[in-house]
């Protein structure tokens, strides 16, 4: 499938399938693969925009269960269409210390299926669905969680619940 002139997959990522591997940019402008964060469950958030408030709650309620998490033999890796500078700009207002990784071109929004067009009705902005995929220790998705409401966020416990099953 063609958009914007940018070939992309359609197929929905799915609980059981591989998680699409990605090269992404991070906060310090570093390039950062998905096969790079292997050997231990990874529950990659994709968020709308940076800064937006329900965005900033979700992101920070990761930060606040970061070590809980990291407990769980867990790690947390942000994903938003937003640009590296918007990125570090959010992460450092709000002293975020995992990952937020740029999907500038939202090829990886794609690849996961979960592209949310023209946000808000503005022709062309378009954005990531808020979405949690849990990936085990070898990036097979475990779960999945997509919301097509921008304003809706996810249900932390039932993600420490999954960690916490899952360990």
């Known amino acids: 499938m063609i958009y914007d002139g940018l070939s992309f997959s359609c197929m929905a990522v799915n609980v059981g399938d591989k998680a699409p591997e990605f090269e992404l940019v991070d906060t310090d402008l570093k390039i950062r693969k998905l096969s790079e964060f292997r050997g231990k469950k990874t529950v990659l ?3 709308v925009a940076a800064s937006s408030p329900v965005c900033t709650t979700e992101m920070c309620t990761f930060q606040d269960r970061w070590g809980e ?3 769980l033999g867990a790690q947390v890796i942000g994903i938003s269409n937003d640009g590296p500078f918007a990125n570090k700009a959010f992460a450092e207002k709000f002293n975020i210390k995992y990952p937020i990784l740029g999907d500038y071109k939202s090829k990886t929004i794609r690849d ?3 592209l949310m067009p023209d ?3 503005v022709k062309g902005y378009d954005a ?6 849990i990936l085990d220790e070898n990036g097979i998705v475990r779960y999945k969680w997509v919301s097509d409401n921008p304003l809706v966020e996810p249900n932390y416990q039932e993600i420490i619940d999954f960690l916490k099953k899952s360990n």
């Not at 990531?128 to 995929?133: C, D, I, L």
């Open 119 to 121: 946000l808000l009705h």
């Open 45 to 47: 958030s994709f968020f």
């Open 112 to 114: 996961y299926d979960i």
């Open 128 to 133: 990531a669905k808020r979405s949690v995929f």
């Open 69 to 71: 998490i990291q407990n």
